[in-house]
């Protein structure tokens, strides 16, 4: 359950990083974010930060969408992850 939640957490980053960056850089971003101690080890136990891990990239990303769209759908949904994440 803890890796599926770093996997899933991986997957938002990688629908940020596909709105700015393409090809292989999309590929270079994830490949160094599983260097950080976070996304490995910290993620492999099951806890209360590791939930966060998922839901911050998730936040962020209806946040971005929020902003470039304007809709109130996604200013919606940016606040109720925001609020998730705190």
């Given at each position: 359950m803890a890796m599926t939640n770093a996997a899933l957490a991986l997957w938002f980053v990688d629908l940020i990083a596909r709105r700015f960056v393409s090809g292989h850089k999309r590929l270079l971003v994830l490949l160094l974010l599983?260097?950080?101690?976070?996304?490995?080890?910290?993620?492999?136990?099951?806890?209360?930060?590791?939930?966060?891990?998922?839901?911050?990239?998730?936040?962020?990303?209806?946040?971005?969408?929020?902003?470039?769209?304007r809709a109130p759908l996604w200013a919606v949904a940016a606040g109720l992850t925001a609020a998730l994440a705190m």
């Amino acid at each position: 359950m803890a890796m599926t939640n770093a996997a899933l957490a991986l997957w938002f980053v990688d629908l940020i990083a596909r709105r700015f960056v393409s090809g292989h850089k999309r590929l270079l971003v994830l490949l160094l974010l599983m260097l950080t101690p976070a996304y490995q080890f910290h993620a492999q136990r099951f806890n209360a930060n590791a939930v966060l891990l998922a839901v911050w990239p998730l936040a962020t990303y209806c946040f971005l969408r929020a902003f470039e769209t304007r809709a109130p759908l996604w200013a919606v949904a940016a606040g109720l992850t925001a609020a998730l994440a705190m």
